[in-house]
């Protein structure tokens, strides 16, 4: 078990379409407060011209003996707790808001919002001078703390980011780009001071 008490996002992911889920207020639904930046979902979108080129490695889905037990990840915001438990049958990240009991559905197609790929990212934050609706902007140049979850595993990183213009790499414990696997990825952006609650499930037994 891992446990730590601790933008304004330009280009981060310039090969791949990002989903904020932003709101000015708690509601009902999960939605999330304004400069509270709950998730993006990333996947890989194609010019008119041709493919974009990708910056993160993805690899296929680990055999079920290497995947792990189920586990939890807790990510606390002011106004919201996301969980996401870790189903090793599906090799995905089932999503939870607030504590419910049921996984959150996609509002479109009414599938499970159930990810191959769930990423933390912490990073600095701080009020936008000026703003109005008190809003905060990230620190995302530079490089900071990642952890990293695919395949029911759990791995301490860190991401980097060269300019407001370059892409957001993720690199593993060894310093070398971490490989996801290939499927939908969400990133939780957090600030330094939130806390997250990181539990990955025992190895799962060779039958």
Not at 71 to 83: H, K
Not at 113 to 121: F, M, S
Not at 183 to 206: C, E, N, R, S
Request: charged residues 20%.
């Amino acid at each position: 078990m891992w446990k730590t008490s601790p933008a304004r996002i330009s280009a981060a992911f310039p090969a791949f379409a990002l989903c904020a889920c932003v709101s000015n207020l708690p509601e009902a639904n999960g939605a999330l407060p304004v400069h509270i930046i709950s998730a993006v979902a990333v996947y890989e979108v194609k010019a008119a011209d041709g493919p974009i080129e990708g910056f993160w490695q993805f690899g296929p889905e680990a055999p079920f003996a290497e995947r792990r037990q189920a586990g939890t990840i807790d990510v606390v915001y002011p106004y919201e707790r996301i969980t996401y438990r870790y189903d090793p049958y599906g090799n995905r990240y089932l999503r939870y808001i607030n504590g419910s009991k049921k996984a959150q559905k996609d509002i479109d197609d009414g599938q499970w919002v159930a990810p191959k790929n769930v990423v933390i990212l912490r990073m600095y934050f701080a009020a936008i001078i000026g703003d109005r609706k008190h809003r905060l902007e990230s620190g995302n140049v530079g490089h900071g703390e990642a952890w990293i979850a695919t395949n029911g595993v759990t791995v301490k990183g860190t991401w980097r980011k060269a300019s407001e213009t370059a892409p957001t790499l993720l690199f593993g414990p060894d310093g070398e780009p971490i490989t996801l696997t290939v499927g939908q990825t969400f990133v939780q952006v957090i600030a330094l001071a939130y806390d997250f609650d990181i539990k990955d499930g025992a190895p799962i037994a060779a039958p």
